[in-house]
Every structure is written in C-alpha cells, then in structure tokens.
C-alpha cells in the first residue's frame, strides 16, 4: 500500500493548510437527492405540469451527457422561479433526517481545517459543526483571509434569494466582481482542497476544477479527491492536470463507509482500509500554520448532535399596487434582517413572467411564518387584500403565523377584523404622517427584527 499521498494529505491538514469541498455525495448518504436525481425529479415535474415536451427533452440531454448545471437551468425556464424553488426547497429538506457519518467525519476536523466549501443547500454541515462555524452564503473580499466558516455556494435552505444554481448565477455569485476574483484565486493558489462526496463526473466539478487550474496561473498547489475505484484515464488525466492526486477507496460494501474512516484517521495512525494512487503533478505549498491561527478546539460534548439551527423566518407582505413605492422602501431597512439570515422576504413582486400568480400568492401566504399587512386606504379597498386578511387571521387564529399591521398612509384601520393587533409605527401615526419617513421605517424594523428574534427560534 503506497502510503505518500495520505501523508501529504495528512501533512497539509495538521499544518492548518486543507480545506474541505463538500459535493452532494456527503448528502446523499442520508438519503438525500444527488444533483442528477434532483434534475431527475425537476424533469418529472415539469412533465407533470404539461411543459412543452421539446422542452422535457431538452432537460432529459442534458442530464444524460452529466450537464447538470444546464439541466437544472433548463427545469427552473420551464417550471418557473416560484414552482422550481419549491420543488427544491421540499426535496432538499433534511428536517427529521439524521446527519450523516460522512458530514460529522468532516466536523471532527475542525480543530486544524480551515474551512468547508459546499455545493450542498441543506443543513446537514451546519449541524454536524453543531453551529460553532459560521455560514457564509454570500462570501466577501476577504474570505480567504478567513478562518472556521462553511461557504455555502449554491446557498441555503429556506433562503431562496441566496441560491445558485444556472451558469450564469454562479460566475455572478462566485467570481461576478475582480475582488472576489482575486480572493478566490489566493485561496486556491494557497491552500489545498480535499474533494469529498463529487463523482467527479459532471460539469458541476469540471466548472470547479477549470477555475482551480486559471486561478494558479497554471501552477496548481496540491490538491486531493476521494474516490471509489475505477476512474477512467481522461478523467484521471483531467485531474491530475488540476494539481488533483487521488485517494482510491476499495467500497467494498458499495456505502463509501472507508471514506469517513479515512478523513477520520487524518490525525491518528493511517487508515488499513485505504489503497491510494496517485501521479506527481506540478506545484506544491508550505504551511500557513505560523501566519494563521488555528481554530479553536471546542470541548467534547456528549449525547446526540443538537437541532439544526433555525431557518430564516419567511416574510410575506399583503400590500396595494398603489404602494408599491412603499413596500419597497420598507424592504431596503429590512436589508440587514435578510444578509443577516434572520429573514427570507416575498412579496407578489417577485412573481415572474408566467406563473400562475394566484397560486404562487396563496402558496407563499400558506407558507408565511410572519404576515406584513401595509395598511393604507387603497389596500382596504383592495379585494385581494382582504381574502389576504381573512386567511392571515385564520391562520393566526391556529398558532400557525404571526401578523402585523403596519400603518402607511392615513385610514379607518380600527374597524376592520385586525384592529385588535398591535400596529406599528406603536403611535399608530402612519408612516407618511412623519416628518421623517425613514425614521418611521426604521421603527418599523426595529419592531420586526423583536418579532422575529421572539419566533426564530422554533422554527426548523
């Protein structure tokens, strides 16, 4: 058994120098969709909603050729955002599912790794690191400066706005400003990344790996990738020129256990089940361990892992066209709340070119954990407005979500069926009756930002 490899990879994490690239493999070992299966089950649905059948053809070529970014594209065009997100949203839901060996193997290096980069939108890595590394979906200048978080690059579960999942999306996402260019080239130049849970097959990874190879300037540092045997040579090739050596575990059972077992044994003795290969490819790096601190090694805990983390409360907002303008200044102050992740914000705004706006209207109300009622005398004059109301109460009524009047342009509000809740602004002196209409929404938000601190943390 040719141990090099493993000490190499051994070497770079004790050195605080590996980072883990998370692919959906991690997940599907609780049972959770690949990428393939999840474009499988988009294509089904759009079947199932009528879609052009040229269209469903479409989707089936690129899921047979392994193009499963344009697949996914291909499904969100046909379904639509609105019908697309939900899909995605029930199918990639790990609520009620154990986390799986493989993501706590990966949580157990947290002492010396430096971070986690994952294609994966559930929350299976965040409760594996039982909320002591921070989330990240939205990556700043400096993130590779920084140490202990799990960029989450496709974003995250329930945060619709944070997804990507088209070409175009992850290049604006990822690389979209020369500052997160620059950044992302110093982390692959500088670091070296444990591939865990890719086939290595599709144009997900081949995506990756091109940017690692034009972001080392052709100089790749070393980077490693766990596989099952029977890489095919031009897939080896591809890799090697990437700067990837590959760790070949016999799977024998057909479970990929060896692969927890091996990141396990990263700081212990090496592993007896590991048979490893690998082919010297160009470039190399040194440790980082006296310029970066490692971080730090929490004390054990006992027992089984804690509850995922809770989701960002989902905010729908009941409005009149004619407020518009409104709304939408109420949104900006409530920025903070959303890059915080407290909160995910929809409105019928967001509806896009042909869907069905009365269904996508009644799903998110249905859904909704807080309900924004903005109260003027056009959204009391508003038929819509009211069936909105009615469901609002009933749902409140049953302990299902919270609602709140916000009072935005002078009217009867105190004889309708919500004058019994608290409005805001407190004063009840609508929004457009302040000197400062900032100053009013300001307030606004702060009376939101309690109500969602209060219900936060019974969501899951």
Same mark, same amino acid.
């Given at each position: 058994?040719?141990?090099?490899? +493993?000490?190499?990879?051994?070497?770079?994490?004790?050195?605080?120098?590996?980072?883990?690239?998370?692919?959906?493999?991690?997940? $599907?070992?609780?049972?959770?969709?690949?990428?393939?299966?999840?474009?499988?089950?988009?294509?089904? %649905?759009?079947?199932?909603?009528?879609?052009?059948?040229?269209?469903?053809?479409?989707?089936?070529?690129?899921?047979?050729?392994?193009?499963?970014?344009?697949?996914?594209?291909?499904?969100?065009?046909?379904?639509?955002?609105?019908?697309?997100?939900?899909?995605?949203?029930?199918?990639?839901?790990?609520?009620?599912?154990?986390?799986?060996?493989?993501?706590?193997?990966?949580?157990?290096?947290?002492?010396?790794?430096?971070?986690?980069?994952?294609?994966?939108?559930?929350?299976?890595?965040?409760?594996?690191?039982?909320?002591?590394? %921070?989330?990240?979906?939205?990556?700043?200048?400096?993130?590779?400066?920084?140490?202990?978080?799990?960029?989450?690059?496709?974003?995250?579960?329930?945060?619709?706005?944070?997804?990507?999942?088209?070409?175009?999306?992850?290049?604006?996402?990822?690389?979209?400003?020369?500052?997160?260019?620059?950044?992302?080239?110093?982390?692959?130049?500088?670091?070296?990344?444990?591939?865990?849970?890719?086939?290595?097959?599709?144009?997900?990874?081949?995506?990756?790996?091109?940017?690692?190879?034009?972001?080392?300037?052709?100089?790749?540092?070393?980077?490693? @990738? &766990?596989?099952?045997?029977?890489?095919?040579?031009?897939?080896?090739?591809? +890799?090697?020129?990437?700067?990837?050596? &590959?760790?070949?575990?016999?799977?024998?059972?057909?479970?990929?256990?060896?692969?927890?077992?091996?990141?396990?044994?990263?700081?212990?003795?090496?592993?007896?089940?590991?048979?490893?290969?690998?082919?010297?490819?160009?470039?190399?790096?040194?440790?980082?361990?006296?310029?970066?601190?490692?971080?730090?090694?929490?004390?054990?805990?006992?027992?089984?892992?804690?509850?995922?983390?809770?989701?960002?409360?989902?905010?729908?907002?009941?409005?009149?066209?004619?407020?518009?303008? +409104?709304? @939408?200044?109420?949104?900006?102050?409530?920025?903070?709340?959303?890059?915080?992740?407290?909160?995910?914000?929809?409105?019928?705004?967001?509806?896009?070119?042909?869907?069905?706006?009365?269904?996508?209207?009644?799903?998110? &109300?249905?859904?909704?954990?807080?309900?924004?009622?903005?109260?003027?005398?056009?959204?009391?004059?508003?038929?819509?407005?009211? $069936?909105?109301?009615?469901?609002?109460?009933?749902?409140?009524?049953?302990?299902?979500?919270?609602?709140?009047?916000?009072?935005?342009?002078?009217?009867?509000?105190?004889?309708?069926?919500? @004058?019994?809740?608290?409005?805001?602004?407190?004063?009840?002196?609508?929004?457009?009756?302040?000197?400062?209409?900032?100053?009013?929404? &300001?307030?606004?938000?702060?009376?939101?930002?309690?109500?969602?601190?209060?219900?936060?943390?019974?969501?899951?």
């Amino acid at each position: 058994m040719d141990e090099e490899i +493993l000490e190499q990879l051994r070497e770079r994490y004790t050195s605080g120098n590996l980072i883990v690239f998370a692919g959906a493999g991690v997940s $599907a070992a609780a049972g959770m969709p690949t990428w393939k299966q999840l474009a499988e089950k988009l294509r089904d %649905r759009a079947r199932r909603r009528s879609a052009d059948p040229a269209v469903i053809d479409e989707i089936q070529q690129y899921i047979s050729s392994n193009q499963l970014i344009n697949a996914l594209s291909a499904a969100r065009l046909a379904l639509g955002p609105q019908d697309f997100n939900w899909t995605v949203d029930k199918e990639l839901d790990d609520t009620g599912r154990d986390v799986p060996e493989l993501a706590r193997a990966i949580a157990a290096l947290k002492p010396k790794l430096k971070a986690v980069l994952t294609t994966n939108i559930d929350r299976f890595l965040e409760r594996a690191f039982q909320g002591e590394w %921070r989330m990240v979906d939205r990556p700043a200048g400096d993130v590779a400066m920084d140490r202990c978080f799990i960029l989450k690059l496709h974003g995250t579960l329930r945060a619709w706005d944070t997804w990507v999942f088209s070409r175009d999306q992850y290049d604006r996402a990822i690389f979209g400003s020369p500052l997160l260019q620059d950044a992302f080239g110093a982390l692959y130049r500088t670091h070296s990344i444990l591939f865990v849970g890719f086939g290595l097959a599709d144009d997900n990874i081949d995506q990756t790996l091109a940017r690692v190879r034009a972001l080392s300037g052709g100089q790749p540092p070393m980077h490693f @990738a &766990l596989l099952p045997k029977g890489v095919p040579p031009f897939r080896r090739r591809l +890799l090697e020129e990437s700067g990837v050596r &590959l760790i070949v575990y016999e799977n024998q059972a057909g479970d990929h256990a060896e692969v927890a077992q091996i990141l396990l044994g990263l700081d212990a003795a090496p592993s007896p089940v590991l048979t490893a290969t690998w082919s010297q490819g160009p470039g190399s790096i040194g440790s980082i361990r006296d310029i970066l601190p490692v971080c730090p090694s929490p004390a054990p805990q006992a027992g089984p892992l804690p509850h995922a983390a809770p989701r960002p409360v989902r905010v729908f907002f009941s409005y009149a066209s004619r407020d518009e303008e +409104l709304l @939408a200044r109420l949104e900006a102050q409530m920025t903070p709340l959303r890059r915080e992740g407290l909160i995910a914000l929809w409105h019928s705004g967001k509806i896009g070119a042909g869907e069905d706006t009365e269904r996508a209207i009644g799903e998110q &109300l249905e859904a909704a954990d807080l309900i924004l009622l903005l109260v003027s005398a056009s959204y009391l004059a508003s038929e819509q407005g009211d $069936a909105q109301v009615a469901r609002a109460m009933e749902r409140r009524a049953a302990g299902q979500a919270v609602v709140v009047p916000i009072l935005l342009r002078p009217c009867d509000w105190e004889t309708t069926r919500f @004058a019994e809740l608290q409005a805001v602004p407190r004063d009840k002196k609508p929004v457009t009756k302040w000197p400062d209409e900032d100053e009013a929404f &300001l307030q606004v938000v702060r009376e939101i930002r309690a109500v969602v601190t209060k219900l936060r943390p019974s969501l899951r």
